[in-house]
DNA sequence: TTGGGTGCAAATCTTTTGCAGGTGT
DNA sequence: ACACCTGCAAAAGATTTGCACCCAA
């Protein structure tokens, strides 16, 4: 295993991703951090972002729409996400119980568990309506 | 709406994936099709999975490792994604009770839940080992 | 006949990588 | 000094799309 180094970007990358509560795609968050290192490199941001999933400080999350986005909330949680807007929304965790006892029926090693609810958000459901 | 016309090749598309029980990208769905349909286009396959997900006849499963993965099983149950191998293996699906009392509490309609374990498969498990 | 469907290829988007030079320890 | 890290740009992979032609209803 290769000794980590401290990095400037590697900082700003995470800084940004934890500061934020929505669940940005790689692209988002280089957008975000060139305002303040406008040399920053996309490769840079992609290079980190495995790197940091890697040792477990941040999480990537499952998606359907092409471009993988990142969660640096590390308390356990769900997801909700709109079919419409594509906006994903933080869950309070529901109980594990049920999942638990599946996974222990499992034939290997279930090391995680992630429950995404798929739907309308509240301000599409409206827009629905119209 | 615009009205669909039978077709073919979302008739084999569709075959294709509902005699499989992996869980295939669009591509190699394209492979397996163009065995029995040597011309059908890698576009005709994505534009038809596209359709089918949109008709609600096939689903999209959400995936991390960059290439979106469909479903032909449309009967409710969970899967378990192996983080060595990549593998997703269909699970019988553990009791919604608890998930659909919270989602009852989020602001927006909640159509369809899935639930994704992680971990390693009973074969890299065996691996690993070594 | 007519509008949806298809094949093909180019375009787009997302992510990875090779390389030469920069930087933390 | 020695790795690790970075910026840049090219490459690789995944998906979409424009267009002319084809086909089901």
Redesign the pocket.
Known sequence: ??????????DA?KSNLMHRRDHP???MIYADIRKD?P?????????????LTEIGEIQRLA?T?????YDGNLQPHDHFICTRCGRIADVEPADRTALRMQARQLDGIVQDCQVNYYGLCGDCKTQEAM
Chains 1, 2 share one sequence.
Do not use: E
Request: charged share 20%; proline share 0%; no cysteine.
């Open positions: 295993m290769a000794a980590l180094k401290h990095s400037r970007q590697r990358i795609t790689a692209d290192y040399s920053v490199s996309l490769g840079t941001v992609y290079r980190n972002l495995s790197l998606s729409d092409g471009a993988v986005r």
